[in-house]
């Protein structure tokens, strides 16, 4: 169970693992999320659901290397088996014919962003999609996205590839020269931010994934609290999607840097045991 038969890296920190999981790979949706675990004594982590393949009864997951956890499963190799794997989580993405969507990615945010721009397709809509990296070695899944999308246009901080600039650069040029109904972004917390400050510029319905502050994934440790609209909500079992300009997101980077000093040092602790 759990046996990995693909690994792909996108670059030295992203990962790409196909895993056997048919039952999960049946009841998967856009959205979902599964709780993955390494050893008996390994932390559990919520990872969503890039892609799943019923047929071969297979889920795609797209891991970048950030902590000790991650770093356990991006070590694993074709044949090895998660010691956990359990899914689908989380409320699924809601999917209706709205009319033009904008899907803005950035980072390994792309990953989740893949299975709700299928689907958005699927239903009918155009999509316009915005890919953003720091540099051209970062953009992940290109061709994949390309695939359900009218338009994609990819933005790097550096220039190296597409559009110099940052994702809000790329938002503003389509909410200028057309009409959007709605946008989706996911990325880091910094970046999902400022793109639901530029869509409420726009009058923009804004959905944002949060699914980078879980770490239960059942609502029982309560580290995912955030406050949507002036109450209380878990990611893990309310969302991981929300209105993104309802969001607290300072509250939120204030959350994620909780422990950063601590993860720092565990991963430091881990790397230097492995060299031994």
């Known amino acids: 169970m759990n046996k990995i038969v693909e690994k792909e890296h996108f670059s030295e920190n992203v990962v790409r693992l196909e895993i056997e999981a048919p039952r999960i790979a ?7 999320f599964v709780i993955v675990k390494v050893g008996e004594t390994g932390e559990r982590i919520p990872l969503t659901i890039a892609a799943a393949n019923p047929e071969r009864g ?30 689908p989580l989380g409320e699924a993405t ?4 709205v009319g033009t969507v904008l899907a803005c990615g950035g980072g390994v945010g792309v990953a989740p962003l893949l299975p709700i721009v299928e689907a958005l397709k699927k239903a009918g809509n155009r999509v316009v ?22 338009e994609v246009i990819i933005m790097t901080d550096d220039g190296s590839y597409g559009k110099k600039g ?35 510029e726009y009058n923009v319905p804004t959905v944002a994934s949060l699914n980078t502050i879980m770490v239960d ?12 609209g ?15 300009h309802q969001v607290d997101f300072d509250e939120m980077l204030l959350r994620l840097n909780g422990y950063k000093e601590i993860e720092k040092g565990a991963e430091q602790q881990y790397l230097k045991s492995k060299d031994k």
């Open 230 to 244: 002036g109450k209380t909500k878990f990611v893990c079992v309310d969302g991981p999607e929300f209105d993104a």
């Open 94 to 97: 809601h999917i209706e014919k």
């Open 166 to 200: 940052l994702i809000t650069d790329g938002m503003k040029e389509v909410m200028e020269r057309e009409k959007v109904d709605e946008a989706v972004v996911i990325g880091p917390a910094i970046m999902m931010k400022f793109a639901a400050l530029t869509t409420k």
């Open 129 to 150: 999609t915005i890919l953003a990296a720091r540099t051209k070695d970062l953009v992940i899944l290109e061709e994949q996205i390309a695939e359900y999308s009218d």
């Open 217 to 228: 994934g059942t609502g029982m440790c309560g580290a995912c609290r955030i406050t949507v």
């Open 58 to 87: 297979t889920i795609t997951l797209v891991i970048q290397k950030v902590g000790v956890s991650s770093r356990r499963i991006t070590d694993l190799n074709v044949g090895d088996e998660l010691t956990d794997l359990v899914g």
């Open 26 to 32: 049946k009841a998967r949706r856009a959205g979902h």
